[in-house]
């Protein structure tokens, strides 16, 4: 069926007004009454939204500084974790990234700005890609310490063992050493980092056209899965502007140390007119 932009409009408006709850999206940081623009972050393998806590509050405050916005911070939370620990994990990337688009359509009304880190940096171009396919693009792309998508790696860490697993978080950099002596942790956290490695080592490059949304890629220097030149190469997917940031004596997960500066970025980029008028932000996100 087709449709032309101001059915698509007016459809995007109704579900602005009329969205129900649904446990994909978690509103992070303060709920502007008249969002200007929205980011939208990805987790990484094993990571749940409130990772991008510290982000959502460095935006608030870049927003001021700025002069921009304001924007509403909101983070995909993926099912089998936190609080959705009951729910099925999914470990087909594709599925995931379907599923999140979904959830992430309706907001399109306003600017969104696509945010991932390492494996939901593929899953936030995945969505990408489905919101550019629904005539509904993002306004902006920023994909952080992750392979271009037609070179994610096979690195099988999925078929390693509890120990393999731990050793891969300790050299990642991204637990606290702290946690990793809990056995009760690790029996939480290991099946959920097992089946998000499943679902990316498993992922396949569906050819297609680049992006027409401007792209960034971040990496820290001294990462040690992601390397400069591998950043680089997210380049050939985009039509748009691409800019590669570097950041000095950064391991994989760089951007810890780095929220004020990611969120000066969000920031400084340009932003479309929203597709409909102004109004008060999508209801009924859990906190």
Do not use: K, N
Not at 197 to 209: I, M, V
């Amino acid at each position: 069926m087709e449709c032309d932009a101001g059915t698509v409009t007016a459809t995007l408006a109704r579900r602005h007004v009329s969205h129900p709850p649904q446990p994909w999206l978690r509103r992070l940081g303060p709920e502007p009454a008249r969002p200007a623009a929205r980011l939208v972050c990805f987790p990484h393998a094993g990571g749940g939204a409130g990772a991008y806590r510290p982000l959502a509050a460095a935006l608030a405050d870049a927003t001021r500084t700025h002069r921009s916005g304001p924007y509403e911070t909101l983070a995909v939370q993926y099912p089998g974790r936190q609080e959705r620990i009951h729910e099925e994990r999914v470990e087909d990337l594709a599925e995931l990234a379907e599923r999140a688009f979904r959830a992430v359509l309706p907001l399109a009304d306003r600017p969104l700005t696509l945010l991932g880190h390492s494996m939901g940096a593929v899953v936030a171009y995945e969505v990408a890609r489905r919101l550019e396919d629904a005539g509904s693009g993002p306004a902006h792309l920023i994909v952080s310490g992750a392979w271009a998508p037609d070179r994610v790696r096979d690195r099988a860490v999925r078929l390693r063992d509890d120990d393999g697993l731990v050793e891969e978080l300790r050299r990642t950099g991204g637990t606290d050493p702290r946690l990793l002596r809990y056995p009760d942790v690790l029996a939480m956290a290991l099946p959920v980092l097992r089946s998000d490695y499943t679902a990316l080592e498993s992922y396949r490059h569906r050819p297609g056209g680049p992006l027409t949304a401007p792209v960034t890629a971040l990496v820290g220097d001294a990462d040690p899965v992601v390397d400069v030149p591998e950043a680089a190469a997210w380049e050939r997917h985009t039509r748009g502007p691409f800019r590669l940031r570097v950041f000095p004596g950064g391991d994989h997960f760089y951007l810890t140390a780095h929220w004020p500066d990611l969120a000066g970025h969000v920031c400084e980029q340009p932003l479309p007119q929203p597709r409909v008028p102004l109004g008060p932000p999508v209801p009924a996100l859990v906190r």
